[in-house]
Nanobody, 115 residues
């Protein structure tokens, strides 16, 4: 199994920045994709950004140019650097791990952007 623990959420003013972290532990497959999803109140959960273990990152259109996903494979940690935050970025952010056999989610971390 894989365990995912997110951290770094909080309250920030519009235009500010936050850095989310996701620490993964357990049976990490060689080939996998990790990503960040978010779910705002009354909205569907949506992809924010994802990144395979060896490849290029993918970003949802609303965050392109503002967010950067990265991963430290040696530390089994996924990051999301969020800059120029907007109130519409307010959501619970979830870390995701996906392999050919398994799909795991973290517990989520709240990000609130005030205007």
């Amino acid at each position: 199994q894989v365990q995912l623990v997110e951290s770094g959420g909080g309250v920030v003013q519009a235009g500010g920045s936050l850095r989310l972290s996701c620490a993964a532990s357990g049976s990490i497959a060689r080939f996998n994709t990790m990503g960040w999803y978010r779910q705002a109140i009354g909205k569907q959960r949506e992809l924010v950004a994802s990144m395979p273990s060896a490849g290029s990152a993918n970003y949802a259109d609303p965050v392109k140019g503002r967010f950067t996903i990265s991963r430290d494979n040696a530390a089994n940690t996924l990051y999301l650097q969020m800059n120029s935050l907007k109130p519409e970025d307010t959501a619970v952010y979830y870390c995701n791990y996906r392999s050919s056999l398994w799909n795991y989610w973290g517990q989520g971390t709240q990000v609130t952007v005030s205007s």
